[in-house]
DNA sequence: TATATACTGTGACCAGCAGTCATAAAATGA
DNA sequence: TCATTTTATGACTGCTGGTCACAGTATATA
């Protein structure tokens, strides 16, 4: 019963391409600013045209950061996890800088858009789209922590607790090298930069002591 | 020469009452939508007057972060160095969390405020502000983390190598904790997470090996 | 083919905000 | 008291996000 028309197609097509277009604005360093106009422009398309796709500029920032999620889970997905967990969660955090690398302007508008305040302004179905993302990268990486617990590498300490680290020290160090903080000033090679964020993740995961600053207030 | 006349000190009254009506503002879940009227009238002035001061909305900002910051190095000069350096660490990041946990809005303004590219459209002197205190701030951390190398407690690595992962951690944490993440999806408390980010940052610091994963490349 | 109907694209238009500036008001001082 | 400088102000400008009435086009019907 999907029967895609012509029309539909089409309008798809419209869709996809007015995303490229913003994504090749939003690769400037003001890409704040880009105005629904500009956007249009690159598209060769009205601007009201636009908003027959989306409702507001930010749900084409919502748009751009989702089909950016999407790219990152199924990269995910396609790693090998027949590896020792912390040889796993090691090129979990380097494929994940290289996508965030190479594709700059949705990697920082992904960042941006997933602060809550700005989700509050979004429709339920993009809300939903975002918590959905959310679930299964918590769910995968979960999997892998908990394999690791069992098998002794990673201390037995709530999923929570092991992950939260992890996710800040990310996003984090994502908003440290786009600020150019780190290149520009302490004179760090990205791939260094990439190199000694992991190995302090990992060290900060599995030198949590299971129970020592926490006693078991696991309640 | 600094003779502060009634109306220079007027002024400058003015200018910090221009602030404070901001901060106030700024603690609404939509700050970054608080228009310059809002504040000149929060102020009881007239929104030109509000020009008088700042040059711009952005320069509200950014002296609202620098304040911050000011604030924030203040609490780090009072700290007690005379405990282990890990016990340091931790105490660091422990009255790190509670300026930014109690002084919500500028913290969130602070953090906002630290990319470069809002820096970079700002005039050349507040420029210097903002990189006059992060180089006090990594002096002051540099100093513990070296006693810490020579001490034996933290790994004999470049300083800038360790630094990095703490600041993307704690600036990750941060932005986690506001965008709501957190607290509310993973029925974490507060003082429990600052717990586990504080261990997990000193564990990942010490647990950084000296040369392992980056054997001698310290070109 | 001719006409009716639905759908799509459009840019003129509106509302709201950052920032300016001519002018009013107040302070200073002679 | 009046002249001069300094300060405060809000009406105004320009720009941008978002709307909408209408034009243009495809599809359906007769």
């Given at each position: 019963?999907?029967?895609?028309?012509?029309?539909?197609?089409?309008?798809?097509?419209?869709?996809?391409?007015?995303?490229?277009?913003?994504?090749?604005?939003?690769?400037?360093?003001?890409w704040?600013?880009?105005?629904?106009?500009q956007?249009?422009k690159?598209?060769?398309?009205?601007?009201?045209?636009?908003?027959?796709?989306?409702?507001?500029?930010?749900?084409?920032h919502?748009k751009?950061?989702?089909?950016?999620?999407?790219?990152?889970?199924?990269?995910?997905?396609n790693l090998?996890?027949?590896?020792?967990?912390?040889?796993?969660?090691?090129?979990?955090?380097?494929?994940?800088?290289?996508?965030?690398l190479?594709?700059?302007?949705?990697a920082?508008?992904?960042?941006?858009c997933?602060?809550?305040?700005?989700?509050a302004?979004?429709?339920?179905?993009?809300q939903?789209?975002?918590?959905?993302y959310?679930?299964?990268?918590?769910?995968?990486?979960?999997?892998?922590?908990?394999?690791?617990i069992?098998?002794?590498?990673?201390?037995?300490?709530p999923?929570a607790?092991?992950?939260?680290?992890?996710?800040?020290?990310?996003?984090?160090?994502?908003?440290?090298?786009?600020?150019?903080?780190?290149?520009?000033?302490?004179?760090?090679?990205?791939?260094?930069?990439?190199?000694?964020?992991?190995?302090?993740?990992?060290?900060?995961?599995?030198?949590?002591?299971?129970?020592l600053?926490?006693?078991?207030?696991?309640?």
């Amino acid at each position: 019963m999907p029967k895609p028309t012509r029309k539909e197609r089409e309008f798809a097509r419209r869709e996809s391409e007015i995303l490229d277009a913003a994504i090749s604005l939003f690769s400037g360093p003001d890409w704040e600013q880009v105005t629904v106009e500009q956007i249009a422009k690159q598209a060769e398309i009205g601007k009201g045209t636009v908003y027959k796709h989306f409702s507001s500029k930010e749900e084409i920032h919502a748009k751009v950061a989702i089909e950016f999620n999407a790219q990152l889970l199924d990269i995910f997905k396609n790693l090998d996890l027949n590896q020792p967990v912390d040889a796993v969660l090691r090129e979990m955090i380097h494929v994940s800088f290289d996508l965030f690398l190479s594709n700059h302007a949705q990697a920082r508008v992904e960042l941006c858009c997933s602060r809550l305040d700005f989700i509050a302004n979004l429709s339920p179905s993009l809300q939903k789209e975002f918590s959905d993302y959310e679930e299964k990268f918590d769910v995968f990486i979960s999997g892998i922590l908990e394999r690791g617990i069992e098998e002794g590498s990673i201390p037995r300490r709530p999923i929570a607790h092991l992950m939260v680290g992890m996710k800040a020290t990310f996003n984090g160090a994502m908003t440290l090298i786009w600020s150019g903080d780190v290149i520009e000033s302490e004179g760090m090679e990205l791939e260094e930069m990439v190199t000694i964020i992991g190995d302090y993740m990992v060290a900060g995961v599995i030198g949590l002591s299971p129970s020592l600053s926490n006693p078991s207030k696991t309640k």
